[in-house]
């Protein structure tokens, strides 16, 4: 018995010190002072809502910017706006769900710039409606955008920064990754899985001296339901959904947002979750699996039922009505007007 004691004080002893060097390793490593001056970073959807946001704030702190985007237009914009502010920027029109694209605007953007230090996996898009109004196909595409296109680009920029023994990823994620949201079944579904690669990386790159930061944000005001997808009764579908994403206590506004996950790429976090109202969620639902579950159930019911349109798909911009634009959406409105 005795001999048992001791063995357990001595493995108590040894798991203490051990976190103890562990804890001391992390304190040194998040005391380095990451600075972006004349950093390269490529950003993912950074033509327009969060994306660009980020680009205006990196460029201020004097990062060389590589953006891209699918819609040749707003990307356009971005670019002339940012040259404008005197930002040094290559925007490079690119599907990111598509490897070969991806391959092509690394390659262009290393032959610009000759590295890429920093890599801040943004795009993605939502598709809002009931379960029985989503197909395989939005399954697919949520996979393809938000898993795919995250491990297309880490995938890419990974030799030159493991050869560098430096750099920094940044993924996007959303609470729909931690704590599934109901009307955003495909959503949640491809966040889920990008979240899950994005901590697994982490700890495989870490050693090579590249750091990975997940990023979980609740509701941000960036003005994106106006392009996202809406399916049943689109309408009410979008007036829920937009009304949400504007009120102050359940939303953030995008600029706080972006400069929020700009310091969590300096320091160096292992997860940054963004909103009170998600930091909450996640809490309940890890502690209280059941409760969560069945205030999540409740909910569906006061949601639009299926009906309305079915699969057919229509934008906010399309889905508007009475409810929605109002002064209940009005930073969203002018959130949407800032940043495309």
């Known amino acids: 018995m005795a001999r048992n004691t001791k063995i357990s004080g001595a493995l108590l002893v040894a798991a203490a010190g051990a976190g103890a060097m562990l804890l001391a390793r992390a304190a040194v490593g998040r005391s380095k002072t990451y600075d972006f001056r004349g950093k390269v970073v490529l950003i993912t959807g950074g033509s327009r809502g969060l994306g660009l946001v980020l680009a205006r704030q990196l460029a201020k702190q004097g990062a060389r910017l590589v953006i891209c985007g699918r819609d040749q237009e707003t990307l356009d914009e971005a670019d002339l706006e940012l040259r404008q502010s005197g930002a040094e920027v290559l925007a490079i029109r690119c599907d990111v769900r598509e490897q070969r694209e991806v391959q092509a605007m690394v390659e262009q953007a290393l032959q610009r710039f000759g590295v890429i230090d920093v890599l801040i996996n943004n795009a993605g898009t939502i598709a809002v409606g009931p379960q029985e109004t989503m197909t395989d196909q939005d399954f697919e595409d949520a996979l393809k955008i938000h898993f795919w296109a995250t491990y297309f680009t880490s995938m890419a920029v990974l030799p030159g920064m493991r050869e560098r023994r430096q750099g920094r990823i940044v993924n996007i994620t959303s609470i729909g990754a931690k704590v ?161």
Request: hydrophobic share 40%; with cysteine; aromatic share 6%.
């Open 180 to 340: 599934a949201v109901p009307h955003m079944l495909p959503y949640s579904s491809g966040k889920f899985a990008a979240y899950g690669f994005s901590r697994g990386l982490r700890y495989e790159v870490q050693k090579d001296g590249i750091i990975v930061t997940t990023v979980v944000p609740g509701l941000m005001r960036t003005g994106s339901p106006k392009n996202a997808d809406f399916r049943g009764q689109h309408r009410k579908e979008y007036a829920w959904f937009s009304i949400s994403d504007s009120l102050p206590i359940l939303s953030m506004r995008v600029e706080k947002a972006a400069s929020e996950i700009i310091e969590a790429c300096r320091r160096g976090d292992v997860e940054l979750t963004l909103t009170g109202p998600a930091k909450l969620a996640i809490v309940v639902d890890t502690l209280l699996p059941e409760l969560s579950g069945e205030l999540a159930a409740l909910g569906t019911w006061f949601l639009p039922a299926p009906g309305g349109s079915g699969i057919e798909s229509h934008k906010g911009i399309e889905s508007e009505s009475a409810v929605s634009p109002s002064l209940l959406t009005a930073s969203t409105e002018r959130s949407a007007a800032r940043n495309q």
